[in-house]
C-alpha cells in the first residue's frame, strides 16, 4: 500500500469519527516516510479534531501534540503554509485563544490569496473559521461582514453553528437571520471549535 493510499484510508477513518485508527494508518505512514510533511500535517490535523470531538483523555496534551506534529510539518516543508496557518489557528481556536487564532486565520487567507495557489473554496473555509472565531471572541460586527463575504452554502451551515450563538441574540441577531435565512428552534448544533 502506497503511502498515497495510507492517508487516503486515515482521512476517511477520521471523517467517520475512528480517530485511533486514523492515526495508526498515518502513524505506520511516518514510519514509511519519516519526512512527509503532509503525514504529519494530517497527524496533526486528526489529533486536534480528536481533542475537539472529545475522543481524548485530555484535550490540552492532545492539542499540543497536534501543534507539534504540524510544526514538524512546517520543518520539513521549508516553512508555513496557508494550510499550516489555518490548523495553527484552528488549534488556538480549540484552546479559546481567539485573538492567537483571528490573527492565524487572517494571515493564512491573506497568504492563500497572495501566492494564488489555493482553491477559492479553502479561502472560503478559512474565512468561515475566521467568523466563527471573531463571534466566540464577542466581535459581532467583524464575524457578520466575513459571513457576508462566503457563499451560500458555507451561510447555510453557518445557520446552525454554535460558534455563531451570540450572533443569535441581542444587537446581531436580525442581521444574522437575514444573512443564513431563519433559524427553527432546535436545530443549532454545539460548537465544534
Not at 485511533?20 to 490535523?45: F, M, N, V, W
Not at 482553491?119 to 473555509?125: I, S, W
Not at 467568523?131 to 466581535?139: I, N, T, V
Request: with cysteine; net charge negative; proline share 3%.
Amino acid at each position: 500500500m502506497s503511502l498515497d493510499d495510507l492517508i487516503r484510508q486515515a482521512l476517511q477513518l477520521r471523517k467517520e469519527g475512528r480517530f485511533d485508527d486514523a492515526l495508526a494508518k498515518i502513524d505506520e505512514a511516518i514510519r514509511r516516510d519519516p519526512l512527509s510533511p503532509t503525514a504529519h500535517r494530517y497527524r496533526g490535523q486528526t489529533l486536534s479534531y480528536q481533542a475537539a470531538k472529545g475522543g481524548c483523555a485530555d484535550k490540552s496534551v492532545a492539542l499540543d501534540r497536534a501543534l507539534g506534529s504540524i510544526d514538524r510539518a512546517v520543518q520539513l516543508q521549508g516553512g508555513e503554509s496557508p494550510d499550516t496557518l489555518h490548523d495553527k489557528a484552528w488549534i488556538a481556536d480549540e484552546r479559546g485563544d481567539y485573538a492567537t487564532a483571528i490573527g492565524l486565520y487572517r494571515e493564512a487567507r491573506e497568504r492563500a490569496r497572495r501566492e494564488g495557489r489555493v482553491e477559492t473554496r479553502n479561502v472560503d473555509a478559512f474565512s468561515y473559521n475566521l467568523a466563527c472565531a471573531l463571534s466566540k471572541s464577542g466581535d459581532g460586527e467583524s464575524a457578520l461582514a466575513e459571513l457576508r463575504e462566503l457563499p451560500s452554502d458555507l451561510l447555510a451551515i453557518a445557520a446552525t453553528d454554535g460558534d455563531f450563538a451570540n450572533l443569535r441574540v441581542g444587537e446581531h441577531a436580525s442581521r444574522f437571520e437575514a444573512l443564513v435565512g431563519p433559524i427553527e428552534a432546535g436545530t443549532v448544533r454545539s460548537s465544534g471549535s
